[in-house]
């Protein structure tokens, strides 16, 4: 790795990753970015490699799967922030939004490691007393040389001093975890595009669903704190890669049987969801259904709170 402090670049083998602390990782192993370099003011090239096997987020059916578009756009989101913009560690980065598009057949898995370039633009710069408060970044994204797909994200950076007064009786990872709602049992992995039960995300409503007539298009969030991928590191709310995983599958649930790729998506972060309270994923059909994607919207309550939104956009391979 060479980090410099006149242009704070990283530059690694592509076959190698960025140190694991960059992008905020436990595991060496789910580290998927390679490399940064500055590009102009504001403008990086990141680069990453999506494996050819993963516990998780491995191909399925012949594609790559696309929410390593929405994992790689995170991973940037640190790594930006403490190598570009001089973010201490120990500052948390919380999204505000993402949203992503990408291209089916540049999806096409070829049995290799696919080498990942993101064209980022960064803009809406927000500094508070000297340091990075908030940031939009707009990324073109191209597989094995070929243009994917684009993304756009906004988040936040949160200070040792302001998290734990946002936080308040929240913010202990290990207190947190001890007062979560008891591990709710599988949606049938099949009916989500998933063939493990410990990778399922959702669970059927139950009784203590407070409302009058729970519906097959409801379900209950399950929180699994044991799962190497989504739970990588301890964490004191519900990890947004897991909220983007529970609306994904959601769209597989209201597309059963028929199979899909979640081509596009586009989420908004309103509130931390907490493990403490059930949390009800919703999903209702958006747009015409004739339409070659399948549009899902998706919404998060807890505590009869809109917590996070999205529609999932499905297209048939």
Known sequence: MTVTASTRVIERPSATSVPREYVHKAAASEVLLTGLSPAGPDRFHVTARWPSRHPFYGPKGGFHDPLLVAESVRQSVPLLSHVAYAVPFGHRQSWNSLRYEVDPVALTFTGNDADIDMHVTCSETVRRTGRLASLRMQVDLYIDGRPLGVAETRFCNLSPAVYPRLRGPHADAAQAAQHAVPLAPATAPARVARTRTRDVV??????????????????????????????????????????????RQSAHAAAHPLPGLATGLDAVFNHYVEFDAPCWIDRTPAGNPADTHRLIHVQALQNDTPAFTATVALTSP
């Open 202 to 247: 959702l669970s059927p409503a139950v009784p203590t669903d407070p409302s009058p007539c729970p519906t097959p298009t409801r379900a209950q969030l399950r929180t699994d704190f044991s799962h190497p991928v989504l739970f990588d590191h301890p964490a004191d709310h519900v990890p947004g890669m897991l909220l983007l995983e529970a609306a």
